[in-house]
């Protein structure tokens, strides 16, 4: 077998850096003996990038092939990331960090940027995990799904909150049971009454938290057409022919994706998605169980469509009676149908983005 090639061999300078809100900390290494350069620190600003990305270039004679090793680069240093990117500089996520790493020798943001510098150096090039693009068409869809998620929270919250209320005050509404859409509607059109003061309250934070609840459901609404719109003009688009495959759960596995060369294959996706098969076994039972890890909103897409497709795709009930008479349960089937469709989704995605690099091309 042919060994890979590692950082240090392909890449004459590193670049560590620890992201924060308000400052980044560079520190630089020389990859043939690992020997610290320098460290400085940024403010988070565009000038501040542009002011570090020229200290780097002094102290590495401008080389193109400068690692830069970012951490959190699809958050605090997002905007990094594109930066030293548009500089054409070749740009990798972090590598993960041991905290047992730090044990007697300390933490700071310096040693922390120097650590991950260093922890690049051994790592095969073909497996660096590149950052997300956030050009147009895929950070749209990353900002829509991150604010659906935070709305989709507010509204379980808040419907919580409405049950919890009318079964604890009597405001004149059956709550035995969960409250009902054509219930909310009905709360949020309640008038005032002249009642005492705790009724009176109670009535009117009924009122509120409804149209809350009615507000935050106008706007998933709206969030699911956009969502629709821009996977449609995508990479994802042959996804959404897909049985279980929706717009939401479509943009989700599309964010994760990102783009052509983050993930290197359909394994490594996998992996990400928290669905590649763990050994379990022990004695005469020989099994594998469902992997906990990895982006859970990707999981949390493949499980859905998984579900969708036991319940109404013919196929996959076909093979769902066949696992079952095999002795196999239900966590164990989804688990299979979870790993065939991320390799379905994965697959899809690649053939896309090479056809429209093709079309690019002519």
Request: hydrophobic content about 40%.
């Given at each position: 077998?042919?060994?890979?090639?590692?950082?240090?061999?392909?890449?004459?300078?590193?670049?560590?850096?620890?992201?924060?809100?308000?400052?980044?900390?560079?520190?630089?290494?020389?990859?043939?003996?690992?020997?610290?350069?320098?460290?400085?620190?940024?403010?988070?600003?565009?000038?501040?990038?542009?002011?570090?990305?020229?200290?780097?270039?002094?102290?590495?004679?401008?080389?193109?092939?400068?690692?830069?090793?970012?951490?959190?680069?699809?958050?605090?240093?997002a905007i990094l990331a594109g930066t030293v990117t548009a500089y054409g500089f070749p740009v990798t996520e972090a590598p993960r960090m041991s905290k047992k790493q730090n044990h007697g020798v300390g933490k700071?943001?310096?040693?922390?940027?120097?650590?991950?510098?260093?922890?690049?150096?051994?790592?095969?090039?073909?497996?660096?995990?590149?950052?997300?693009?956030?050009?147009?068409?895929?950070?749209?869809?990353?900002?829509?799904?991150?604010?659906?998620?935070?709305?989709?929270?507010?509204?379980?919250?808040?419907?919580?909150?409405?049950?919890?209320?009318?079964?604890s005050n009597v405001l004149g509404i059956d709550a035995r049971k969960k409250l009902t859409s054509g219930q909310i509607t009905e709360v949020s059109r309640w008038r005032e009454r002249e009642d005492e003061l705790?009724?009176?309250?109670?009535?009117?934070?009924?009122?509120?938290?409804?149209?809350?609840?009615?507000?935050?459901?106008?706007?998933?609404?709206?969030?699911?057409?956009?969502?629709?719109?821009?996977?449609?003009?995508?990479?994802?688009?042959?996804?959404?022919?897909?049985?279980?495959?929706?717009?939401?759960?479509?943009?989700?596995?599309?964010?994760?994706?990102?783009?052509?060369?983050?993930?290197?294959?359909?394994?490594?996706?996998?992996?990400?998605?928290?669905?590649?098969?763990?050994?379990?076994?022990?004695?005469?039972?020989?099994?594998?169980?469902?992997?906990?890890?990895?982006?859970?909103?990707?999981?949390?897409?493949?499980?859905?469509?998984?579900?969708?497709?036991?319940?109404?795709?013919?196929?996959?009930?076909?093979?769902?009676?066949?696992?079952?008479?095999?002795?196999?349960?239900?966590?164990?089937?989804?688990?299979?149908?979870?790993?065939?469709?991320?390799?379905?989704?994965?697959?899809?995605?690649?053939?896309s983005a090479v056809v429209e690099e093709v079309a690019l091309a002519v």
């Amino acid at each position: 077998m042919t060994a890979q090639p590692i950082v240090a061999h392909c890449h004459p300078f590193v670049v560590g850096v620890d992201t924060h809100a308000r400052n980044h900390v560079y520190a630089i290494i020389n990859s043939n003996n690992g020997a610290l350069l320098d460290t400085q620190s940024f403010p988070a600003t565009s000038a501040g990038i542009n002011r570090a990305i020229n200290w780097v270039a002094r102290r590495t004679d401008g080389n193109a092939d400068t690692l830069w090793v970012i951490e959190g680069a699809a958050t605090y240093g997002a905007i990094l990331a594109g930066t030293v990117t548009a500089y054409g500089f070749p740009v990798t996520e972090a590598p993960r960090m041991s905290k047992k790493q730090n044990h007697g020798v300390g933490k700071t943001d310096a040693l922390d940027a120097h650590r991950m510098a260093a922890a690049s150096l051994p790592l095969p090039v073909n497996k660096l995990r590149h950052p997300r693009l956030n050009e147009g068409i895929r950070q749209a869809p990353r900002i829509l799904v991150t604010a659906r998620s935070s709305m989709a929270k507010d509204r379980t919250r808040s419907v919580n909150a409405l049950n919890a209320l009318v079964r604890s005050n009597v405001l004149g509404i059956d709550a035995r049971k969960k409250l009902t859409s054509g219930q909310i509607t009905e709360v949020s059109r309640w008038r005032e009454r002249e009642d005492e003061l705790s009724p009176r309250i109670a009535r009117s934070e009924a009122v509120r938290l409804a149209k809350h609840i009615l507000d935050l459901e106008q706007q998933l609404t709206t969030n699911e057409q956009q969502l629709d719109e821009l996977v449609r003009v995508s990479e994802a688009a042959p996804l959404m022919e897909e049985v279980g495959f929706k717009a939401i759960n479509v943009a989700k596995c599309f964010v994760a994706w990102s783009h052509e060369g983050r993930v290197r294959n359909e394994a490594a996706f996998a992996c990400l998605a928290g669905v590649n098969p763990i050994p379990a076994s022990s004695g005469n039972t020989t099994r594998h169980r469902l992997n906990r890890g990895g982006d859970r909103s990707l999981n949390a897409a493949l499980h859905l469509a998984a579900i969708t497709r036991m319940t109404y795709d013919n196929e996959t009930r076909i093979y769902v009676e066949k696992r079952r008479a095999e002795g196999k349960t239900d966590r164990e089937i989804r688990r299979c149908i979870k790993r065939y469709l991320v390799r379905r989704v994965f697959k899809i995605f690649h053939v896309s983005a090479v056809v429209e690099e093709v079309a690019l091309a002519v």
